[in-house]
């Protein structure tokens, strides 16, 4: 099954984290970053937890990803 593209920063390929969706170009699960959203944490920490692999954009996509889901 080939990689889907969920949004402009979000895909979920099967040859990557068994077909979870990530963020493009990184093995970071949407799951993990909307958990740390969900807890209170600010997105700047969210950013700085990975390393700046994400961008406040990408966050607010996963955000509204999951609201529509």
Do not use: N
Request: glycine share 8%.
């Amino acid at each position: 099954m080939p990689p889907r593209t969920l949004g402009r920063y979000i895909v979920a390929d099967p040859a990557i984290c068994h077909g979870e969706p990530t963020f493009k170009g990184t093995r970071i699960l949407v799951k993990d970053v909307l958990e740390q959203v969900a807890s209170g944490m600010d997105w700047e920490a969210i950013i700085e937890e990975w390393r700046g692999s994400l961008k406040k954009e990408a966050i607010a996509e996963a955000a509204l990803h999951a609201v529509k889901s």
